[in-house]
């Protein structure tokens, strides 16, 4: 079997590594590249990473025409532009995988306040697979859309979820401390992600108003069966690729070095038929998840509180590895093919 | 007047920041610069960025030469050895800014727990002015010996003790998630401080167990008048200068909208007069205050917590920085000379 | 003496940096800054490092108002636009130090074939000295109009011009092998300079085609009295500021190690009295002058070629610490003042 | 088929390359690890990278062990020590691929000369085939011993030996001017590579002295069938990983432009079947090739000089790619397995 698989928006950094990663996945081939400013060019000439490694020409979207030659689209819009040309894509019979929010949560109203746009599409809202499958893997499989989910989220929840679901942690008090590499901000033209203003200079930003905040609350607390209170507060750090999560939980037991037991050993019965989630025993660092479609996690006592690290690379885990690993999913395709 | 300065273990970071500092000090000069294994070379062989600026030759420590000919002694030595030292250098008559910890901390108990040694001069722990001159100014202008604060204790003592004092937040679950550039773990020969190891990479460290915790809570307390808890996590962070702390707190009114503008208000009121304090409305970068003395600190709502943010340079208000300005307090000159 | 100083095009890299460096100068203040498109801001909103430092609004740029209360204005505006807008600042009489490359070439042919635009002021093209006081104090000194030098230039000329005069090298097959931060390439927005462009990559650009070629063999020729072929090649390299240029020559004589001895007492006989340039015998890395107007050069024999290197700041030898030198010459003040 | 392979000083930065690469080889498979002072402790406790990739055991070197259970070994040791050990596994009929420079020179005394050893298994030296299968494939596929090539070099060579062996360039004043990130440095405790010792700041070292000279000059002539002089200058550049070679050569025609053209044709001829060499029309960026075996080429021209640019990623083409590439020829594998 090959796939045939579409990347609608393939000029950005999520775009870029769906190619490469595509381009040696044993099992899946990209024949199918849009970009409407670019469209024409060879990808090459606007990656000039994917030389000799990928030739194709980018070419303006056409619903039909992807539906007509491929398996899956991979949909690496904006948020609410996305929604529109999925359930183009979707009435077209293309299954579709979308990195944007439009699908993720679960409420129609935390959609519209946090988004502040009209949804194109609001009988799907709440009714769409989360394309995490460590979690939601039978549902992935089965689906003609993923939500594919948020970089910052994805580096919360694998860590969060369980313990919620297991009792382990109090939810109310949850603190999010994120550290993302400056690809996380897109390969838009923003004086901010200058190499000048990003380099050797750590800053938080949209504290108390990130949009990832309400999609941990959300995702969290579906899987954990409970209601939890995050407080999230991403940062840039000077570095391209990866993302640190540094989690600040309160056990319900007293035995705080005991909880730490428990919460490794949940992990741990959670994750242990999963490929990608490693829990460690050294204190995660991004550098030892770059380019890669894993997870670390640890946690640590600190005086009344447990503290949970995770990282992973935001261009892999964090969006395109986990897009692989759902058409993985999606096609019955081993998850690891074309990750490791 | 023009103070006659030593500066003892002048081949680090810290030692290199106050040859810098003082070679644009109007009102004081380096005259002796010592280093055990480098003694002998010019200093400007041990840091080329000195060539041009700073031509004195690298000698061994003698205490009554430095009493014979300084002011003043800049003490850059580790813990523990610095107490041995400095208690030669101040019975030999010489003023004194310790960078070590040894004279930081209140209780000789919990320094011989946190610092695992026996303490060469327990008679002063305790009975040292704390060198932060927003708060011990008088203390420090009458001082022989001065306990220069810690790198990440000033982040987060600066925008926590007027509000502890103040009475606006609560103090028992205080949570202090700290960035730092790489310097900070100074020009000793380590694996985690290459440079292939810390590039594109951002990991916590001594979670739960990093000495400058007990430093946070000494200080806050001491200034707050208060028992505080402080859930302290520093990071290594892909840059070469600099400290950003988010600190997390709970306010004790309810309305954290308001709140945030009774912090702000109550820092206006703490450093209005303070020159290196600013309260800023953006949120602060460490590249913001890149080589100066300055901090900066804002304050947003997010949930039920009030996230602080403060920034720093490690190496300037930091350390060298501080202890230029602290120097300047002892001897009854401006605060800003030289440091702006 | 206090000196007023206007500055024209306040938003850039080079416009922050004369801000910070007049905001130490003691005989010198700020106080008009003007940009298009932020006037009516506080400075400090634009560069948030000059909070506290820097108390000026942005203005509109109007040459009578200038006139009328500065002794002299730095104008930081692109090519072709400067021209202009020094043309009516030195009508209103107000000196001007131009960032430009309008006034630093000896042939209006040259300018136009390089610049692509038709000069504004041909009068002044060959009549305005080039803003490099260890070469042209005396004209400086005397001038209404600095033309202030390009960085590679700059990096270039001090290591060439002496060896060219002296006759010590031949001078038609110079290479210039030059790597600046990404500073160099402005503030403006641009694909090329994002930070997950730039980070962890190094590569030449406009090989063959880059202005500063012509600026350098200009001036190499103008000091040296002869007419060399200089082969410039700039690179852009990940790091904020700095340039080094590593310059292949072939000495006159076949004694290339003695020629090496030579070309270092040239320079200790041309520089020896000059402040801000060091000869130094360690190998000259960017980060021993960052954030000094300090140049270091260093020569090796290497086969039958020497290579010379040279490091300076981009943005200070490179741009706004040579102005502030130049502005010290124009009115009579050590060339040192508010730069060491 | 999968070959088992022997790593040979698994703790460098080479070393993880290998132990990554292998572990997504789907014809070889690492079976024994070794290093001298971490044996005993799991490979994945010295790489935290490798967790859940590499499940091994670091063992001590037993060349017996690894000639009855492994196919090839890497040997990633320091010069000296590496043929020593090679001599061993040699005997032991283990096949070898060899990381230092002990193999690759043709002539002895050069080798001596440059390395400053008694070299110990000298008949070997000029009786080794040189591990660059763009070149010497056949060799390499019967070969008991390859000398993996050096990665500056292979940067060099790459552009320059076809050129040569076309006689289109003059090969008495080529100058390499060369960029290569830190991890070139290798993972061993030294000033020069901390952290803040190469961040933010480019300098050259070993100008006229570095020992990649005589082997680019070594295998430039043996290919090219000339007596090249090349001028050869590394610098340490603030990233991790890449080289970016700019190579000055004077054409023999005196059409420079023209020129450039057939540089190019001759590229295209010699590297059209090669799976790794990618003659590009932009300028080479080490990004463009980050973590890949990939090598890009671009001419241009410049005065009378012909610049050509290289672009490897070190650890990859430059050392452990072309290991696996090597392995790949030895055993009649496809070149592109595993590494694309």
Redesign the interface.
């Known amino acids: 079997m090959s796939l045939s698989v579409a990347l609608i928006g393939a000029t950005g ?1 999520t775009g870029l590594e769906v190619a490469k990663l595509l ?2 996945h044993p099992q899946a081939r990209l024949t199918i590249a849009t970009a409407r400013a670019d469209a024409g060019q060879p990808i090459a ?1 606007v990656h ?2 994917l ?3 990928v030739d194709l020409v980018l070419e303006e979207l056409d619903a039909d025409k992807i539906a007509s030659r491929c398996d899956v689209a991979m949909c690496c819009l904006p948020h609410g532009a996305s929604a529109e040309t999925v359930r183009g894509l979707c009435a077209a019979g293309v299954r579709v995988i979308d990195f944007s929010a439009d699908f993720r949560l679960s409420s129609l109203d935390v959609y519209e306040h946090w988004y502040k746009v009209k949804h194109p599409w609001p009988e799907r809202v709440g009714q769409t697979v989360y394309g995490l499958p460590e979690f939601f893997a039978d549902e992935i499989a089965k689906a003609d859309l993923v939500a594919n989910p948020g970089c910052y989220p994805t580096s919360a929840i694998l860590p969060l979820a369980p313990l919620a679901k297991a009792g382990l942690i109090e939810t109310d ?1 949850i ?1 999010v ?1 994120s ?1 993302s ?3 996380g901000a897109g ?1 838009g ?3 901010g ?13 949209a ?2 108003s990130h949009r990832h905040g309400p999609e941990i609350d959300d995702l969290v607390g579906r899987i954990g069966g409970i209601d939890p ?5 991403p ?1 840039l ?6 993302i ?1 999560s ?1 989690i ?1 939980v309160r056990p319900k037991s007293d035995d705080v070095v005991g909880a730490v037991k428990q919460v490794t050993q949940c992990w741990r019965d959670c994750y242990g038929e999963q490929p ?1 989630v ?1 829990v ?1 025993d ?11 479609n ?1 997870v ?1 996690m640890a946690a ?6 447990i ?1 949970l ?1 995770s ?1 992973i690379d935001n261009l892999a885990k964090g969006a395109s590895g986990a897009a692989i690993q759902n058409m993985n999913v999606m096609f019955g395709i081993d998850q690891q093919v074309g990750l ?1």
Chains 1, 2, 3, 4 share one sequence.
């Not at 992600?193 to 930003?205: F, K, R, V």
């Not at 750090?237 to 990866?242: A, E, L």
């Not at 640590?300 to 509180?305: E, F, I, N, P, V």
């Open positions: 950094y381009s040696v000439s000039p990473s030389v000799g490694r008090d603190i401390d550290k590499g400056v690809s390969r033209l923003k004086l992600t200058l190499y000048c203003e990003t380099n050797e200079s750590i800053a938080a930003y504290v108390g209170q995050v407080i999230f507060t940062h750090t000077p570095m391209s690729r990866g640190l540094t600040y990608f490693n460690v050294h204190l995660p660092a991004t550098a030892h998840v770059a380019g890669t894993y670390q640590r006592a600190s005086g009344k509180r503290v690290l990282a490791n």
